[in-house]
């Protein structure tokens, strides 16, 4: 790091650090207490701090401003405006006032919104989000924004997700301020860490293939003879290319106040991670689209194409995005940290307790928000969790809960330090790491790594948050009022209630193991295989009832993201049928046409048995890749022919999704028979190489 480089840390965001600097104090007080107490800003506040973004922007290059806003459909939009305009009198001039700050105005009509706008009813909004970072990239200064129609529906996950914010904010600091009364506790704030996992291949390569340009992924592959078996990848040696990738990627995130901490190389081939620091859930979101965005651009700058799809490659691991979730009250104190003594910290069983309810409770929620149709192939295999959710402890805070469960609270804990040579003893954490669990404490947070790395972390936080909040409102009710021993005696009682109500989602073992599975089904925990199956078991799921007991969602929007998750099956995996039809016709069956003629010409000069079986192998290989595509094709019209968005998706889902398989296998066993001169994909061996 170059000598004086903090100065340009956040050089191009428009934090806190700005705002105190460039406003008249009185209006930084406004603009804090607003934020603290959520009251509207009035109209000079507002065109004080429009006035100080507008001169800071433009000093710093840019021309445009746009509210940005996260759509139904998880990913990010805007629209550009200049701060150009014209006076009364026709002249030119640059204006951004309070009003342009606080409100825009894109068209609503063309964004995702589950049947709740008819395409003709266009108008819609944007608000500011004030407690969130504006940014410049691209010399557009960028506005974090939450986005309703006309009548206020919420067609965004900024809104939602703010609103459980606020909710969890205000229990929490109930139950905070019961256990912890040196300081009093004004706020909670859910903080969160996210890790990103992504592939890089070449571009030119990756052009190549239409599965990938297309779907982000492959649909066809042959695995190469050397996958990851060898685990020389993880936490090996960066490639140069690579490490001139990450150098730009910091660059960036660094101007925009980003702490990106770790950056390394996963198990997989080609695959790597990069993971920010703990913020606000919101900003650590935006942080966190931005960054996806950034990986994608960068990437195409080194010849490179970066791929967030899940399971971008078959037989190695797939991708996730870890959420590591904490709640902080105002002066610091993590409610997730169990102390030394954690049979003893009421304070931190009760905000556990809180998440064990949670995960084993609202267990199908957490499943539809942590996943989508391309995360369905990554969940059970290699790394990632399965699609069961239970929760890891570990053995310490196991047996603290057993203690209680019995009514003991003199645990029988081995917490002695660890001796590594000259560096005397090392304090062993609370908590080992159970890789192959979704939910996992570790240390002072939960890790939820259920998450697929395409996906935005807005809904699994709305869902984290909320649910707490209704769980810790509860408790508090019941605690409130009491004191000493009393308050006490009743907050062990009210634990040992719920974790012996909420126990089976427990699980320390290898999630992986067909014993867990049937464990799992033994005690009654959910297990949906796909996304689909998962999202069409909350129409009749009482669990939905969260959100509108809380004012999260109404029935109306909530029945409006079930309409856009059942778009989503259909887009996805009608893409990936219409992909591999086409790449069938102008790439599979041509290339192994291409190898019939090849081999029928040395059949001729040759009298080899082997070479004459071969020939008969691919000729039975192109009838069944016909017969296949015929298939294929009946599927997909099937599916236009369909009116109802409900059978479509299950169509696709059922049938669609099982043939690609069946022509995956087929023209797999190709590849791996066929010569390269023929194959007219790249390889996986051409892939994963393609970095080095």
Same mark, same amino acid.
């Given at each position: 790091?170059?000598?004086?480089?903090?100065?340009?840390?956040?050089?191009?965001?428009?934090?806190?650090?700005?705002?105190?600097?460039?406003?008249?104090?009185?209006?930084?007080?406004?603009?804090?207490?607003?934020?603290?107490?959520?009251?509207?800003?009035?109209?000079?506040?507002?065109?004080?701090?429009?006035?100080?973004?507008?001169?800071?922007?433009?000093?710093?290059?840019?021309?445009?401003?746009?509210?940005?806003?996260? !759509?139904?459909?998880?990913?990010?939009?805007?629209?550009?405006?200049?701060?150009?305009?014209?006076?009364?009198?026709?002249?030119?001039?640059?204006?951004?006032?309070?009003?342009?700050?606080?409100?825009?105005? !894109?068209?609503?009509?063309?964004?995702?919104?589950?049947?709740?706008?008819?395409?003709?009813?266009?108008?819609?909004?944007?608000?500011?989000?004030?407690?969130?970072?504006?940014?410049?990239?691209?010399?557009?200064?960028?506005?974090?924004?939450?986005?309703?129609?006309?009548?206020?529906?919420?067609?965004?996950?900024?809104?939602?997700?703010?609103?459980?914010?606020?909710?969890?904010?205000?229990?929490?600091?109930?139950?905070?301020?019961?256990?912890?009364?040196?300081?009093?506790?004004?706020?909670?704030?859910?903080?969160?860490?996210?890790?990103?996992?992504?592939?890089?291949?070449?571009?030119?390569?990756?052009?190549?293939?239409?599965?990938?340009?297309?779907?982000?992924?492959?649909?066809?592959?042959?695995?190469?003879?050397?996958?990851?078996?060898?685990?020389?990848?993880?936490?090996?040696?960066?490639?140069?290319?690579?490490?001139?990738?990450?150098?730009?990627?910091?660059?960036?995130?660094?101007?925009?106040?980003?702490?990106?901490?770790?950056?390394?190389?996963?198990?997989?081939?080609?695959?790597?991670?990069?993971?920010?620091?703990?913020?606000?859930?919101?900003?650590?979101?935006?942080?966190?689209?931005?960054?996806?965005?950034?990986?994608?651009?960068?990437?195409?700058?080194?010849?490179?194409?970066?791929?967030?799809?899940?399971? !971008?490659?078959?037989?190695?691991?797939?991708?996730?995005?870890?959420?590591?979730?904490?709640?902080?009250?105002?002066?610091?104190?993590?409610?997730?940290?169990?102390?030394?003594?954690?049979?003893?910290?009421?304070?931190?069983?009760?905000?556990?307790?809180?998440?064990?309810?949670?995960?084993?409770?609202?267990?199908?929620?957490?499943?539809?928000?942590?996943?989508?149709?391309?995360?369905?192939?990554?969940?059970?295999?290699?790394?990632?969790?399965?699609?069961?959710?239970?929760?890891?402890?570990?053995?310490?805070?196991?047996?603290?809960?057993?203690?209680?469960?019995?009514?003991?609270?003199?645990?029988?804990?081995?917490?002695?330090?660890?001796?590594?040579?000259?560096?005397?003893?090392?304090?062993?954490?609370?908590?080992?790491?159970?890789?192959?669990?979704?939910?996992?404490?570790?240390?002072?947070?939960?890790?939820?790594?259920?998450?697929?790395?395409?996906?935005?972390?807005?809904?699994?936080?709305?869902?984290?948050?909320?649910?707490?909040?209704?769980?810790?409102?509860?408790?508090?009710?019941?605690?409130?009022?009491?004191?000493?021993?009393?308050?006490?005696?009743?907050?062990?009682?009210?634990?040992?209630?719920?974790?012996?109500?909420?126990?089976?989602?427990?699980?320390?073992?290898?999630?992986?193991?067909?014993?867990?599975?049937?464990?799992?089904?033994?005690?009654?925990?959910?297990?949906?295989?796909?996304?689909?199956?998962?999202?069409?078991?909350?129409?009749?799921?009482?669990?939905?009832?969260?959100?509108?007991?809380?004012?999260?969602?109404?029935?109306?929007?909530?029945?409006?993201?079930?309409?856009?998750?059942?778009?989503?099956?259909?887009?996805?995996?009608?893409?990936?049928?219409?992909?591999?039809?086409?790449?069938?016709?102008?790439?599979?069956?041509?290339?192994?046409?291409?190898?019939?003629?090849?081999?029928?010409?040395?059949?001729?000069?040759?009298?080899?048995?082997?070479?004459?079986?071969?020939?008969?192998?691919?000729?039975?290989?192109?009838?069944?890749?016909?017969?296949?595509?015929?298939?294929?094709?009946?599927?997909?019209?099937?599916?236009?022919?369909?009116?109802?968005?409900?059978?479509?998706?299950?169509?696709?889902?059922?049938?669609?999704?099982?043939?690609?398989?069946?022509?995956?296998?087929?023209?797999?066993?190709?590849?791996?028979?066929?010569?390269?001169?023929?194959?007219?994909?790249?390889?996986?061996?051409?892939?994963?190489?393609?970095?080095?």
């Amino acid at each position: 790091m170059r000598e004086n480089s903090l100065h340009d840390f956040a050089k191009m965001t428009f934090n806190k650090q700005k705002m105190k600097e460039r406003l008249p104090y009185p209006i930084y007080l406004k603009w804090k207490s607003a934020i603290r107490n959520q009251e509207d800003l009035d109209r000079e506040t507002a065109d004080a701090i429009a006035h100080a973004m507008k001169t800071w922007a433009i000093e710093n290059g840019a021309t445009h401003y746009a509210h940005w806003f996260i !759509p139904l459909n998880g990913v990010t939009a805007k629209k550009h405006e200049s701060f150009m305009d014209r006076t009364d009198e026709l002249e030119p001039m640059i204006r951004f006032s309070g009003k342009e700050l606080i409100k825009g105005e !894109p068209d609503a009509s063309s964004f995702p919104s589950g049947g709740m706008r008819s395409t003709f009813e266009a108008r819609g909004y944007t608000y500011w989000d004030c407690t969130a970072n504006s940014f410049i990239l691209d010399n557009i200064l960028y506005i974090p924004s939450i986005f309703v129609s006309y009548r206020g529906e919420k067609l965004d996950k900024r809104g939602p997700l703010l609103e459980s914010m606020n909710l969890v904010g205000v229990e929490g600091a109930r139950i905070a301020n019961l256990f912890a009364k040196e300081e009093h506790t004004y706020r909670i704030r859910p903080k969160v860490g996210l890790e990103q996992e992504f592939f890089l291949v070449d571009e030119k390569l990756a052009k190549t293939r239409p599965d990938l340009m297309n779907c982000d992924c492959t649909l066809v592959g042959a695995e190469q003879p050397k996958g990851q078996e060898l685990d020389d990848h993880y936490f090996g040696s960066i490639p140069q290319r690579v490490m001139d990738f990450y150098q730009d990627l910091n660059k960036e995130l660094y101007k925009l106040g980003v702490y990106a901490k770790t950056e390394h190389n996963e198990a997989a081939p080609c695959q790597f991670e990069v993971a920010v620091l703990f913020e606000n859930s919101n900003v650590s979101i935006d942080n966190n689209h931005l960054c996806m965005s950034l990986l994608q651009d960068i990437a195409h700058q080194h010849g490179l194409k970066c791929l967030l799809h899940e399971k !971008p490659f078959k037989g190695v691991n797939g991708s996730g995005k870890h959420n590591n979730y904490s709640l902080a009250t105002n002066y610091g104190l993590n409610c997730f940290d169990p102390g030394e003594t954690p049979q003893n910290n009421l304070l931190f069983l009760i905000f556990m307790t809180a998440m064990v309810v949670t995960a084993d409770k609202y267990a199908t929620l957490l499943r539809v928000a942590s996943s989508s149709p391309s995360n369905d192939k990554r969940l059970g295999g290699q790394e990632a969790p399965p699609a069961i959710i239970s929760m890891f402890l570990g053995e310490d805070l196991e047996e603290v809960l057993r203690s209680i469960l019995e009514g003991d609270l003199s645990p029988k804990m081995d917490v002695e330090a660890i001796r590594i040579n000259s560096l005397a003893y090392v304090p062993r954490d609370l908590a080992d790491r159970n890789r192959t669990s979704p939910f996992a404490f570790t240390g002072n947070k939960f890790e939820f790594r259920m998450l697929g790395s395409s996906l935005g972390a807005s809904d699994v936080n709305i869902v984290l948050n909320t649910a707490m909040a209704d769980i810790l409102s509860g408790y508090g009710d019941s605690l409130e009022g009491l004191e000493g021993e009393d308050l006490e005696r009743e907050a062990y009682a009210l634990i040992r209630k719920e974790l012996q109500a909420h126990k089976r989602v427990l699980y320390s073992g290898d999630n992986y193991a067909e014993e867990w599975r049937k464990e799992a089904e033994k005690r009654g925990l959910p297990c949906f295989n796909t996304y689909y199956e998962a999202l069409s078991s909350l129409r009749h799921d009482a669990s939905i009832e969260l959100f509108i007991r809380n004012g999260i969602f109404t029935s109306k929007e909530l029945l409006a993201l079930y309409e856009v998750g059942l778009e989503q099956v259909v887009n996805v995996h009608g893409l990936e049928g219409r992909t591999l039809l086409s790449m069938l016709e102008k790439d599979i069956i041509p290339s192994v046409i291409q190898e019939i003629r090849f081999i029928k010409d040395a059949v001729e000069v040759s009298s080899s048995k082997g070479l004459k079986a071969y020939l008969d192998s691919l000729s039975q290989g192109l009838d069944k890749l016909y017969e296949e595509k015929e298939v294929l094709e009946e599927i997909l019209k099937k599916s236009r022919d369909l009116t109802s968005l409900e059978e479509r998706a299950q169509l696709l889902q059922k049938d669609l999704v099982a043939q690609l398989e069946e022509i995956r296998q087929t023209s797999d066993g190709l590849e791996k028979a066929m010569s390269r001169r023929s194959w007219s994909l790249a390889s996986y061996e051409e892939l994963f190489d393609s970095v080095q």
